[in-house]
Structures are given as C-alpha cells and as structure tokens.
C-alpha cells in the first residue's frame, strides 16, 4: 500500500520553478555539476575523516603529552610561545639540508670534529684569547702590508754598512763570530771565578802597577844591578817594604795551600 503525498502548494511550486529558471541559478547548478567529482571526494574524505576521529583524538592526545614533556618545568604555555619560532628554524634547516653544500659539510666529519672534547677545549681557550689573536693578526698584516718598505730599509742599511767599511774581510768576520762561543764560555768561567770581584781586581792591578814600575826601573839606562850575597839578602830583609811584600806573599801562598787539599 502506497503512500500518497499531498500536492505542493501552488503558490511555493511556482516560487521554485520561477528560481530554477534563473539564469544565475542555472549558471551555479551547472558549476556545481561541473564540481561533482570533487564534492564526492571531499564527501568521502569527511565521511573518513569522521571514521577515524578516535584514533585522530588518541593521536591528538599523545603529541599534547610529548608537547607537556618537552615543555618540562617551563610550561606548555612557553612551549606553544616558541612554536613559531621552531617552525621557523625547521624550515630554514630544511630549507639548508637541499642545499648541496649542507651534504658535503655533513659527510665530510668536521660536526664530528667539532664535537670532540679537545676540539672544544681548543676553542673554549681561543675564544679567551680572541682579542690578542685579533691583535697579532693585524700587526702581522700591518707588517706584511709594509713589507716592501721593510725590505727597502733592509736594503738601504746593508749599502750603508758596505760603504762604511768597503775592505770588510769575510773570512775574519766568520773566524770573530765562529770564536765568540768560547769567548762567551771563559767569560762565564772568569766571572764565576771570583777574578773580576772589585777587591781581586784592585790587588792585581796594584800588583801590576808594582811590576811595572820595576819593570820600567830594570830597564832604564841608569840602572845598575845590585850584587847581594846572603848578608845582602838578609839587610834587605830588615827593610819594612821588603818584608811586608814577602809577608803577602806567604800568606797568599799559605791560602793558596788550603785550597789545594
């Protein structure tokens, strides 16, 4: 047994008949056909998209659970502040990662260089010594960028020495410097000897000045050698110079001794 359904108004049949034959009511529904194949898409998108909510809800709730672990004790609310600013730098680094030079640099171990604790200690103590680096640096390019004029000077300097000693032999020069390391050696031997201390220099050079006195006596026109006999030595003996001299020279004999056992 059917059911019959009552006739529509008159007055509301006319009203769609006068909307379907509207010229922009044709235009929408032929657009509208035109599109069917996509409405039918998004239809069964939604139809599965609303098939899966829970997993979509389960899903939803474990990222929000990661997000609260990794916000820690800062707060989901910071976490979700920086937000932009990770997807920011996510696309820059995948923006870097197609870059071929990114792939050169990740295969060819300087990350893993880097990462090396003496690698990081050697930058930790150039980076605290950044400021004198930066200062050798530029007096090293200020004396590369003068290096002409240096050369120059150099240059200049040896003429001048040539034209102040033209003869120059160069085989005595190498003799002077090859025995300057002696040289230096027996000095450091004097001075450790005690022989250049200002009261052993005084009596040497007194010493030598007696001598030479003598020496000059000896020599002279009107000197005349004396002949002593024992009874000679012996007056000489009693004179207070001749005896202060063979006294200092006992005791320098006596100490002399003592350094000898």
Known sequence: MGITLPPPSTAAHDQLLARLNDEKTVEALNRLLDRLDVIAFVAEALDGFLGRANVVADSVAASMADLRKLAGEAGTAEVVDKLPKLARAGARLADASENPAFNRLMES????????????????????????????LEALEGWLRRGDDIAKAMAEGAEDLRGAVPNIDVQKVREVLAALPPLVDAGKSLMASGMLEPKTVAVLGAVGRSAAQSFDEAKSQDYTPRKLGILGLMRELKDPDVNRALDFLLRVAKAYGQSLK
Not at 116 to 123: F, H, M, N, Q, Y
Request: glycine fraction near 8%.
């Open 109 to 136: 171990g300087i990350i893993e260089k880097l990462g090396d604790e003496r690698t990081i200690t050697s930058l930790k103590a150039l980076i605290e010594r950044l400021e004198l680096a930066v200062f050798t």
